[in-house]
């Protein structure tokens, strides 16, 4: 039998879910992920394991909606699905550890953004090679070449920078620097 202190302890939980959730849902848009994907994994993160039956019951979301937002979370490392014999729902997880979210989604998407402008570098610099070493261009133009490919080649530091970075998070080296919690510091 529940009585009122039991009711009022109820209502907090629900109240701070809620605010979690709210807060969550908010900030998902700096993994690339709409609001409502949002709710879905801080619902998820504060559940076990939910079906897309039951997520869609307790989010009302379309199917279609919920499909996608779980697909896109799953890209990002943020959901996992659960494997579960004899059943044909399929069920998912939120990935607790913000670290792991954290990781396996910039850690892409920096490898995606050095690599691709590490590339786009090599061959504008190949261009400007042309340019510069051409005998029948102006010098003003070859000067214009040469300022470009100073430049350009300059950049290349940020993204091999970024790649190091990259691979400091996945080896979890960078934790040695900036330790998880202030607790892990080594004291001296």
């Known amino acids: 039998m529940s009585n009122s202190y ?4 109820e209502e907090k939980i629900v109240l701070a879910k809620n605010e979690v959730i709210g807060a969550i849902s908010e900030t998902m848009d700096l993994y ?6 949002g709710t879905l994994y801080a619902t ?9 039956n039951e997520m869609r019951d307790e989010l009302n979301m379309s199917k279609p ?12 490392g943020m959901v996992k699905r659960i494997f579960q014999q004899g059943t044909r ?7 607790k550890d913000f670290f792991k979210s954290f990781m396996s989604f910039y850690c892409k998407m920096w490898e995606r953004e050095a690599e691709m402008n590490l590339d786009a570098i090599e061959e504008a610099k190949r261009h ?7 005998e029948d261009v102006s010098q003003a133009l070859k000067d214009e070449a040469k300022e470009q490919f100073e430049l350009i080649d ?12 990259s691979n400091s998070v996945k080896t979890e080296e960078i934790f040695s620097f900036l ?3 202030m607790n892990d510091e080594k004291t001296e």
């Open 89 to 95: 729902n399929h069920t998912y997880a939120a990935e």
């Open 6 to 9: 039991d009711k009022s302890a």
């Open 179 to 181: 330790p998880k919690d």
């Open 128 to 134: 400007l090679n042309e340019v510069i070493e051409a």
């Open 154 to 165: 300059q950049s290349k530091t940020y993204y091999n920078w970024l790649k190091r970075l």
């Open 44 to 52: 998820l993160y504060l559940s076990d394991q939910m079906n897309l």
């Open 65 to 76: 909606s919920m499909s996608t937002s779980v697909r896109k979370l799953q890209d990002n």
């Open 32 to 37: 690339g992920v709409t609001p409502s994907a």
